[in-house]
């Protein structure tokens, strides 16, 4: 992680003098992605194999961006049933005005035989009452 200067062309030295701090989760892969909800930072990463149903999403929960993150669990991954493998690699996006958050991702559909055939899919993200994400139901029909 490092800290933007005003006009984004270079990186402003933390209080340590260090340009970087480490905050990479266990498991990551790729995918990184961080939002902010009710004053808790939320980061989430892939992990597993991209070309393989062992891929998707987890995160980690802190009160300051830099961390510290551990990870918390699993918000998307495949699931029982025949819609698809390979859920992962994700943003998120907030409705403006409104505590409603979707989860924009890619997946493989069923039946599929090519590994790099994916699809882009948007599903409902909701959240426990502790703010813990609840696991990202995968639907064929999405979002309106």
């Not at 402003?12 to 909800?37: A, N």
């Not at 992990?47 to 961006?65: F, H, I, L, R």
């Not at 049933?81 to 924009?104: L, N, Q, W």
């Not at 590994?115 to 995968?138: A, L, Q, W, Y």
Request: overall charge neutral; charged content about 25%; hydrophobic content about 30%.
């Amino acid at each position: 992680m490092g800290k933007l200067n005003g006009d984004f062309t270079g990186f402003i030295p933390w209080e340590d003098g260090t340009l970087f701090k480490e905050i990479t989760p266990e498991s990551y892969v790729e995918g990184p992605f961080m939002f902010l909800r009710n004053g808790i930072y939320y980061f989430m990463w892939s992990e597993g194999n991209w070309g393989d149903g062992s891929y998707k999403v987890a995160y980690s929960m802190s009160d300051k961006a830099t961390g510290p993150y551990k990870r918390i669990g699993t918000v998307l991954e495949t699931q029982e049933g025949d819609i698809a493998t390979g859920a992962g690699h994700h943003s998120v996006i907030k409705k403006p005005s409104i505590d409603e958050y979707i989860m924009v991702y890619h997946r493989r559909p069923i039946p599929n035989m090519d590994r790099d055939h994916r699809v882009v899919c948007m599903d409902k993200m909701e959240f426990n009452s502790d703010g813990t994400i609840k696991p990202v139901k995968i639907t064929h029909k999405g979002v309106k």
